[in-house]
């Protein structure tokens, strides 16, 4: 894939030489966001981790984002309280970052007033990538897809300057082939996908992943990743959730799986939505990439306990 990603970088509007390993004042590396014309913070602040803070909290966890000069954040109407979180900080930030939400509606009526609520809440005139948030199920993505449905509608709203650009999410072992069929049926601006080192273990799995990166770089689509530190499905109800599925929590695990995600320069990191392990996650991403060994992410699994958060079968549906 070097040479078609080489060659994505110099055709979307971005110099060449801010590959992978740019970095944002000697901090975190920098990437262009696919054709986008958007040079990302290839660590995108998953904004998840708002959707049940305080008021105060949330300020002050957007104050480190811009700290650590994130300048891409990914949020949903799903999130919770997220995007209205969001929105006092970005009344004075908001030209500083690509602002990403989600809309969970087929329909295209629905998508396009839930599009506008996202709006309203955020307190903005356009965000710059509207995303069909989770688009796996055969039935639901027909639907998006026919007459009158969500790709119909959000592209409407692209026309009409409420988006910038289009994007498509998702879970499970499924997601990465179900992601090149919404590619062959509409032009997406960017897939966003699980991925870490257990997941890529399943031959199957990194068969599709591997065919859908090699679709993106060959049309410019940026890649999401999501899930990169997590151990697993709650085993353990008592202790406090900030995230569906339970993640790593030390150091040294958390830096590998990161910079596994990081070792390949096509992706991008959206961050966990608990917000106790971002300055963890940050330390990892920064200055200097070293790539962890096969050997260490082995370790990594048998000493942490990390299992998939998904098989193609019982743990398919989150």
């Avoid at 006092?88 to 989600?102: I, S």
């Avoid at 969500?150 to 994007?167: K, M, P, T």
């Avoid at 499905?233 to 995600?261: C, K, M, N, Q």
Wanted: glycine share 8%; aromatic share 6%.
């Amino acid at each position: 894939l070097g040479d078609v990603y080489k060659r994505q970088l110099t055709t979307s509007g971005v110099i060449a030489e801010f590959v992978a390993g740019t970095t944002v004042g000697s901090m975190l590396p920098l990437a262009p966001f696919g054709s986008t014309g958007h040079l990302s913070t290839r660590v995108i602040f998953g904004a998840a981790a708002l959707g049940g803070m305080s008021p105060e909290r949330a300020d002050a966890t957007l104050e480190r984002v811009r700290e650590w000069g994130i300048n891409h954040i990914d949020t949903a109407a799903s999130y919770g309280a997220s995007e209205d979180r969001l929105q006092p900080w970005l009344a004075d930030h908001r030209h500083e970052v690509f602002l990403a939400t989600k809309t969970g509606e087929r329909r295209g009526d629905a998508a396009r007033a839930e599009l506008e609520r996202s709006l309203e809440r955020m307190a903005v005139d356009h965000v710059d990538l509207i995303q069909l948030h989770n688009l796996v199920e055969d039935d639901e993505w027909e639907t998006a897809f026919a007459p009158g449905g969500a790709v119909e509608a959000l592209a409407a709203a692209r026309d009409e300057g409420l988006v910038s650009h289009i994007g498509v999410t998702g879970h499970g072992i499924r997601i990465a082939g179900m992601h090149r069929r919404s590619l062959e049926r509409f032009d997406f601006s960017s897939v966003l996908l699980p991925f870490n080192f257990v997941l890529m273990e399943n031959p199957t799995y990194r068969h599709d992943v591997e065919e859908l990166l090699a679709t993106c770089a060959e049309r410019g689509v940026a890649v999401q990743t999501i899930k990169s530190i997590a151990r697993g499905r709650w085993t353990d109800s008592d202790r406090p959730h900030f995230s569906w599925y339970e993640p790593l929590t030390d150091r040294e695990p958390i830096g590998r799986a990161v910079r596994y995600v990081l070792a390949n320069p096509q992706l991008f990191l959206n961050t966990t939505s608990d917000a106790r392990l971002l300055p963890m996650v940050i330390d990892a991403a920064s200055g200097v990439l070293t790539t962890p060994t096969d050997d260490e992410l082995r370790a990594d699994v048998v000493e942490q306990g990390i299992t998939p958060l998904f098989d193609g079968a019982e743990l398919e549906r989150i």
